[in-house]
T-cell receptor, first 113, second 109 residues
Framework: DSGVTQTPKHLITATGQRVTLRCSPR?????VYWYQQSLDQGLQFLIQ???????AKGNILERFSAQQFPDLHSELNLSSLELGDSALYFC????????????FGPGTRLTVT | GIQVEQSPPDLILQEGANSTLRCNFS?????LQWFHQNPWGQLINLFY???GTKQNGRLSATTVATERYSLLYISSSQTTDSGVYFC???????????FGGGTRVLVKP
């Protein structure tokens, strides 16, 4: 158990819908990263937050957004869902921003039908 | 951006065999991690190894940062070692982990 929690574990929804994925970092960690794992793209970085502020952006679609709250949990919002958004979404946390060891949550498996 | 290549892409082992997985990266990095993704999809931290050699039970890893590669050794493999092994590198400029394509390992009893 990495100490990072993600909910829900599984999500099945229809095209065009909107979903919210939630992540709670390890106790004491200030930085949260979101990653997407799909069959065709592999594991890709989406976005990073540090202590409530966005720090880095990767291959995140405009239909996707995220935020980190004062209690340091983070949410990833996916809207106008398409079939190609079906993937495993991971969140990871580190104690600080920068090259510290990242610990991953169990992931949320999203299926868009 | 930085490229990370892992080899071999697939590996089939008989239980008890040893193996070496390789990770090459195209630029200098600040850190490197190895992960095992189990059949349930969970990413498990194996090593945080920007340079040097580390050992953890039957697994060990070596990173030669100056030559831009890392190796993961699995000794006396067990069926529970099956899954996908990922190497990921962190470069401060990008502030993210960049993952390789993984090595899929199947250990047969």
């Amino acid at each position: 158990d990495s100490g990072v929690t993600q909910t829900p574990k599984h999500l099945i929804t229809a095209t065009g819908q909107r979903v919210t994925l939630r992540c709670s970092p390890r106790s004491g960690d200030l930085s949260v990263y979101w990653y997407q794992q799909s069959l065709d793209q592999g594991l890709q970085f989406l976005i990073q937050y540090y202590n409530g502020e966005e720090r880095a952006k990767g291959n995140i679609l405009e239909r996707f957004s995220a935020q980190q709250f004062p209690d340091l949990h983070s949410e990833l919002n996916l809207s106008s869902l398409e079939l190609g958004d079906s993937a495993l979404y991971f969140c990871a946390s580190t104690k600080e921003a920068g090259g510290y060891e990242q610990y991953f949550g169990p992931g949320t498996r999203l299926t868009v039908t | 951006g930085i490229q990370v290549e892992q080899s071999p892409p697939d590996l089939i082992l008989q239980e008890g065999a040893n193996s070496t997985l390789r990770c090459n990266f195209s630029d200098s990095v600040n850190n490197l991690q190895w992960f095992h993704q189990n059949p349930w999809g969970q990413l498990i931290n194996l090593f945080y190894i920007p340079s040097g050699t580390k050992q953890n039970g039957r697994l060990s890893a070596t990173t030669v940062a100056t030559e831009r590669y890392s190796l993961l050794y699995i000794s006396s493999s067990q069926t529970t070692d099956s899954g996908v092994y990922f190497c990921a590198v962190f470069k401060a400029a990008g502030n993210k982990l960049t993952f390789g394509g993984g090595t899929r390992v199947l250990v047969k009893p």
